[in-house]
């Protein structure tokens, strides 16, 4: 691995690890405004969670 | 991206696609649609079982209601029954007392009737005894003024007080 | 009591399988070679880690080096199905002799054979030896389709029987009595959990029986593998690209197929949006439909148990390669402690990737058969 492969790497990471944090940190805010609701916001959380993982891989892999 | 393509197995991938066909199929036919099936019925099972159970749940509260309503046609009845009863007793009593005075108000008149009458018969007779003795007294008075002047005005005297008693 | 005796015979029949895989593994004696022998420095953990996340011809249990300065490996051969020009070539693995550079040769119907870094190449006419460039690439010999059964496929297959033989029972189970025992009672709320929380909220009440026995087994394909990859037995099955791009091209399929009306409309000719931008949407449409959403599948899942076994085994190294810094003692403790910690999490992940892989099938099957009534 080259440097810029593992800056863009890290790029990546810190893209990824910001958006899982504010997908996180909103499903935390809805399950307490709304505890009855916990499963769909889980689920919802979990899928949108995925989505950005598939794209956060998917950026990684191309640098490799 | 060049290690991964690098890495991807023609191989592996046929093997893998042929493989879990053939798997999909056989657990599609000998293990999932079994499985599903019986786990619908049980489901439905359940399901009418508790649908049966409502049902006779409700029939109890309509049965339940039937007999409410015959415990208060039953109360109703007897309730109107008494009523009646109390009814028939107060006019009982009612015409008893009726009668009763009746018969009391024709005593009592036919007693001042036989009271009147008595009065009567004895006022006729004092009538007859006073004349009788004013009578007597004066045969009396007549005889004494005839033998004793004085004598005969003591004796009116005496008489006199003696018919005042009377 | 049943329980027990029940669990009792599980544990024999692993036993036995294990202990026979023992028995009758082979030990293959040869010299010091550049197969992962002792791992001592950093480069070596590397090369073994990397080595361990790739498919392998064979199936070795573990190796260690005798008084001799031997290399044993205990195992057992798996057996080698090539197409080549000459049509079909069939070899037990062994003899190769767990080589992995190139240098042991094997001749099926006048062809020869080599493996070159996991891969099995055909030499060309005439050479007897694999001649390589700077680079390390072959010169002189070309990749051959490869349909072994490598130690994935072994896994696959161990997989499907072990899949087939317990949920065939748990269906025979059914059959006598309404509620499971044993191992049923343990697989039928997971059955009931992919067909309620999976496959009926995200496909409808209305399509879902169609798809939940795919679904079933792909969650519980992709479930077991993932466990199986955590045991010391060493799969890494969802770890291999191949594997994942076929369960993907799987879903992909489903979905393109049971794509209704409404779906092809929505996806070629975008109502509600001005006609010029239509032809844009759709060539952005057929792009996620088409690529996105196979290659995110795919590559969720193949790169998160492959980062999973690399944290696992280099936390394991740490054993080995901070035995200087830590004392050996030390460094085993931390190893521990960490590949324990890393492991239990891997579990989970385990079970997430399964679900993850089998909800987003399940999402994008259901966006295929939706009505669109609402236009």
């Known amino acids: 691995m080259t440097i810029p492969n593992l800056v863009g790497a890290g790029l990546i990471v810190i893209g990824a690890g910001i958006g899982l944090g504010k997908i996180g940190g909103s499903a935390m805010e809805g399950i307490a405004r709304q505890p009855e609701a916990t499963g769909k916001i889980q689920t919802a959380m979990i899928i949108i969670a995925a989505l950005l993982e598939g794209l956060a891989f998917g950026a990684l892999f191309l640098g490799k | 991206m060049e290690t991964l393509l690098n890495d991807f197995s023609i191989g592996l991938f046929v093997m893998q696609t042929v493989i879990f066909l053939v798997l999909i199929f056989i657990m599609v036919k000998f293990a999932w649609k079994p499985i599903m099936n019986s786990l619908n019925d049980r489901e439905e099972g359940i399901q009418n079982a508790l649908d049966a159970a409502e049902n006779a749940k409700l029939e109890m509260q309509n049965l339940q209601a039937d007999n409410e309503k015959l415990l208060k046609a039953a109360r109703a009845e007897r309730e109107a029954m008494l009523k009646d009863a109390r009814d028939m007793k107060n006019k009982m009593i009612e015409d008893a007392k009726g009668e009763a005075q009746a018969e009391a108000s024709k005593l009592i008149a036919q007693a001042q009737e036989s009271i009147e009458s008595e009065k009567k018969a004895a006022i006729a007779d004092l009538k007859s005894q006073v004349a009788n003795l004013s009578l007597e007294i004066a045969e009396k008075v007549v005889k004494e003024e005839l033998s004793n002047k004085g004598k005969q005005e003591k004796l009116v005297e005496s008489l006199l007080g003696e018919a005042t008693l009377n | ?375």
């Open chain 3, 1 to 375: 009591m049943k329980v027990t005796q029940h669990s009792f015979k599980f544990l024999v029949l692993v036993a036995a399988l294990f202990f026979g895989t023992l028995a009758y593994g082979q030990h293959h004696e040869e010299k010091h070679q550049n197969d992962g022998g002792e791992v001592n420095t950093n480069e070596e953990v590397n090369e073994y880690i990397l080595h361990h996340i790739k498919d392998s011809h064979d199936f070795t249990l573990f190796s260690y080096t005798n008084d001799a300065g031997e290399r044993k490996h205990v195992g057992f051969p798996l057996p080698v199905i090539l197409w080549t020009s000459e049509g079909l070539v069939t070899f037990m693995s062994s003899e190769f002799h767990h080589n992995d550079d190139g240098h042991a040769i094997v001749e099926r119907k006048g062809l020869k054979f080599a493996k070159i870094h996991g891969k099995i190449y055909e030499l060309e006419q005439g050479a007897t030896r694999v001649k390589f460039d700077e680079d390390h690439h072959a010169t002189n010999a070309h990749k051959v389709l490869d349909f072994s059964i490598t130690k994935s496929v072994f896994g696959i297959l161990l997989v499907g029987i072990l899949m087939i033989v317990a949920f065939t029972s748990l269906a025979r189970q059914y059959r006598k009595k309404a509620i499971p025992t044993g191992l049923g009672r343990v697989l039928e709320p997971l059955v009931l959990y992919v067909r309620d929380e999976i496959a009926r909220p995200n496909i409808g009440d209305k399509y879902y029986r169609r798809f939940t026995g795919y679904l079933l087994t792909v969650f519980f394909f992709i479930w077991v593998l993932n466990l199986l990859g955590l045991t010391p037995i060493g799969f890494n099955v969802t770890g291999q690209i191949a594997v994942t791009a076929a369960l993907a091209i799987f879903t992909l399929i489903i979905y393109t197929f049971s794509g209704n009306k409404g779906y092809w409309g929505h996806m070629l000719w975008m109502p509600g949006v001005p006609v010029l931008i239509r032809p844009v949407l759709a060539i952005i449409e057929l792009a996620g439909a088409f690529l996105i959403k196979p290659f995110s599948l795919l590559v969720r899942l193949f790169a998160n148990i492959s980062a999973g076994h690399i944290v696992v085994m280099s936390l394991i190294a740490i054993m080995v390669v901070m035995k200087n810094e830590l004392t050996a003692g030390g460094a085993t403790a931390l190893s521990f402690v960490l590949a324990m910690f890393i492991t239990l999490i891997e579990v989970l992940v385990a079970f997430l990737q399964a679900y993850i892989f089998t909800m987003l099938s399940a999402l994008f099957i259901g966006m295929a058969v939706a009505d669109h009534d609402h236009h």
